[in-house]
């Protein structure tokens, strides 16, 4: 295992010798005496896309809020950029399930908000023309002025991205953007995202359940047990060469046996990985971190 093209694992649990941008060090969510999970470890590189795979329930949208500063784990500690995370920050942008739009702003003016908000010295004017760009670049310019109730939920999910991606956040946060979506409409929104984080060299963490988007996007895929004391039971490795689009990466050499592993843990592994029985390569609690030089 290991060996095929586009398929590489990385140890779960041992941090690299710096810091990447963001470090989530052994982070941990209790309720009571049970732990969702626990002594949870990965980092996200600079402008790298991490994915994470699991299934429902193991506490996926717990650890994006976390990261979010959206709420505090219980255990270990969150680093991004060297500071410790206590709270949420505009530099870390979180498109939601749901797209959260203001129903009483038109999309123009949802995205121009978020822009004040950002940027609270730019007039008016400035972020109203922002707001315009940030739609065309999501094919949204003709539906500027419709509010929420008159879009569809594509468009909507459109919206939300195109506001996400205005705020150039350091960090993109997305919980399944695009579960709620038709087949057809969440193809063409994930190659939007493609796009859109390749120009920006975007940094992202997104979680989904459709293993294909993560191939598509991710660079590293964090495969998460079931609950509870979940943990990151592995990492993939996703060497399939970029440019990736919906119409080519099924042709690639490697394609295969990546979305194989990564299923095969979905429907068989994910349920045996023992919290108390590690894998071999598996360190719990793991030496401190070297602080990256400035
Ligand atoms: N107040 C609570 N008491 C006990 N357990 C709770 C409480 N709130 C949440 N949980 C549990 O926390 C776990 C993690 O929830 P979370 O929403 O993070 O899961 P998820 O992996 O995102 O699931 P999904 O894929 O369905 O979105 C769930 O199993 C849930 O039952
Ligand atoms: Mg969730």
Request: hydrophobic letters at 45%; aromatic letters at 6%.
């Amino acid at each position: 295992m290991g060996t095929a093209p586009g398929l590489r694992l990385a140890e779960p649990a041992s941090p690299p010798a710096a810091r990447p941008y963001a470090s989530v060090e052994g982070i941990a969510r209790r309720y009571g005496a049970v732990a969702v999970f626990e002594d949870v470890w990965f980092g996200i590189g600079r402008g790298e896309f991490v994915c994470l795979v699991g299934h429902s329930g193991c506490g996926k949208t717990t650890i994006l809020n976390i990261l979010a500063g959206l709420e505090p784990p219980d255990g270990g500690v969150l680093v991004v950029d060297g500071k410790e995370v206590t709270g949420p920050s505009l530099d870390r942008a979180v498109i939601f399930q749901g797209h959260a739009l203001m129903p009483w702003l038109t999309a123009a003016g949802n995205v121009a908000f978020a822009l004040s908000c950002r940027n609270p010295r730019w007039s008016r004017a400035r972020c109203e023309e922002a707001a315009g760009l940030a739609l065309a670049r999501v094919n949204l310019a003709h539906a500027a002025d419709r509010k929420p109730a008159q879009l569809s939920g594509g468009m909507k999910q459109r919206v939300g991205i195109a506001r996400a991606f205005a705020l150039a956040p350091k960090m993109m946060l997305m919980d399944e953007p695009f579960s709620a979506l038709d087949a057809l409409t969440r193809g063409a929104l994930q190659d939007e995202v493609a796009r859109l984080v390749a120009e920006a060299s975007q940094t992202a963490f997104m979680i989904t359940h459709d293993v294909d988007e993560a191939i598509l996007l991710a660079d590293r895929i964090l495969l998460m047990s079931n609950g509870p004391g979940a943990r990151i039971a592995e990492v993939v490795v996703n060497t399939l060469p970029r440019p990736r689009t919906r119409a080519n990466l099924h042709h690639m050499p490697g394609y295969h046996p990546l979305r194989d592993h990564i299923l095969d843990f979905l429907l068989t592994r994910s349920s045996r990985f023992d919290a108390k029985a590690p894998p071999a390569g598996w360190t719990p609690r793991t030496p401190p971190i070297t602080q990256p030089a400035a």
